[in-house]
């Protein structure tokens, strides 16, 4: 049974404190030697008295590193997390931060040979086929960590792409799941980030109140199983149980279920391909009594087409649908556009792109950056 030494980058947010759990839960199997935070020092420094071993990094050169901290931080800004990306050492890095941040340190740790978990599914978005085609040239795995590609990832166990017939997302449906249509546009910021079933950050939070959340995820499973936009479904379900599905070329379809606690998913990627037992609430079937399923409603929440039509044009677009998105629900989360203006921003920036194919990271870059400057006009302008 091998020990993994783990960096998380974003220890400090959601899904970097789900991983801390984990560990704490499994420690002949996780160990944490990297830890990064943004913002929330304070959280660090609570992880820090935790995992006293863990090198530390942080990223934002505008927040002030408290004086009990400052001298065990070792790395700092942009080329710190690449430090702290490549630690001597450490086997797997664990990509948490919101947003791209992640990416060059995501290929910075490929290039250094370690195995990468993602839960950022930002960067595969914006970069998917060179962060795979990165992995594949360094013999590096790309594990999953969002709960729906985890799941598939564990459906799947190394079954070809040729024997897939649909990989099939759940969806919650957001808050908004059954709200009508013209009373999009008066949800309040508040409402938006209740979501029905999972505890996560504000960004993903939005995202899937707006259902650009499954979108993004539609994108990510396409490159991280190599299959193309038009085998990849989504379906509302409620429970958050089932977390996704495959519906194989044969008919089978197989699921993966547990309760809706991010735990789970981190703790398969750190220990795959083996599993162990854990603290965490087994499902009891009595208890549940039912799974609800239903269609998306495409037509109120258009994210998924936006998505689809990202997916499945290729070349930077998925980025500029990234990058769009994120500039939205930053201004949506500050109050200055309401709600459906979202899904106006990214679809009026990507309708005025023109997709370069088979980018380069250059590429990419240069097309986030112009997709952000873009959505910031379309957002400050009046409509
Ligand atoms: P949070 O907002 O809770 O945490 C984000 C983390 O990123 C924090 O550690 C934050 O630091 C750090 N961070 C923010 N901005 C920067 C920056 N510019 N440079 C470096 N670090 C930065 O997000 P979540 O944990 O919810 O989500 C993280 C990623 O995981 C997202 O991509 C999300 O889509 C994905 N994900 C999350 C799930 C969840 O359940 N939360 C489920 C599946 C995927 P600080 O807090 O110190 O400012």
């Known amino acids: ?167 099939i997302l759940t969806a919650s449906g957001g808050p908004f799941r059954k709200l009508p249509a013209e009373q999009l546009a008066h949800v309040t910021r508040e409402q938006a980030l209740r979501h029905p079933t999972w505890n996560m950050g504000e960004k993903i939070t939005i995202d899937s109140a707006t259902l650009f959340n499954k979108g993004l995820e539609m994108i990510e499973a396409r490159w991280l199983f190599d299959v193309e936009m038009g085998r990849v479904d989504v379906v509302v379900h409620p429970q958050s149980i089932v977390h996704s599905m495959v519906e194989f070329v044969d008919g089978s379809v197989l699921a993966q279920l547990s309760h809706s606690d991010m735990c789970f998913p981190i703790q398969y990627a750190v220990t795959w391909p083996e599993r162990v037992p854990n603290s965490l609430r087994p499902l009891d079937f009595a208890e549940l009594s039912r799974l609800d399923f239903e269609a998306p409603r495409h037509a109120d929440f258009p994210a998924l087409g936006l998505a689809r039509e990202a997916g499945e044009r290729g070349g930077t677009l998925p980025a500029v649908l990234n990058a769009a998105n994120e500039v939205a629900v930053a201004a949506f989360l500050e109050g200055r556009i309401p709600f459906p203006c979202i899904w106006e921003t990214v679809a009026h920036v990507m309708h005025r792109h023109a997709p370069v194919a088979e980018p380069g990271l250059d590429d990419i870059l240069r097309a986030d950056c112009e997709a952000r400057a873009a959505a910031e006009g379309f957002v400050s302008t009046p409509q």
């Open 1 to 167: 049974m091998k020990k993994r030494r783990v960096v998380i980058l974003g220890a400090t947010g959601s899904i970097g404190q789900s991983a801390a759990k984990v560990a704490h839960d499994i420690p002949d199997r996780m160990e944490i030697v990297g830890m990064s935070g943004n913002r929330n020092l304070a959280k660090l420094g609570e992880l820090s008295a935790r995992f006293p071993h863990a090198a530390l990094c942080t990223t934002c050169p505008r927040t002030a590193v408290p004086a009990d901290l400052d001298p065990l931080v070792r790395h700092r800004g942009e080329e710190g997390l690449i430090e702290l990306a490549t630690l001597p050492g450490a086997d797997l890095v664990l990509i948490a931060i919101v947003g791209t941040g992640g990416l060059k340190p995501a290929l910075a740790a490929i290039e250094a040979g370690k195995d990468i978990a993602v839960a950022s599914k930002e960067i595969l978005v914006m970069a998917g086929e060179a962060v795979m085609e990165a992995a594949r040239r360094k013999g590096v795995k790309v594990l999953p960590v969002d709960s729906e590609h985890n799941a598939i990832f564990q459906c799947l166990e190394g079954r070809e792409s040729s024997e897939v017939r649909r990989l």
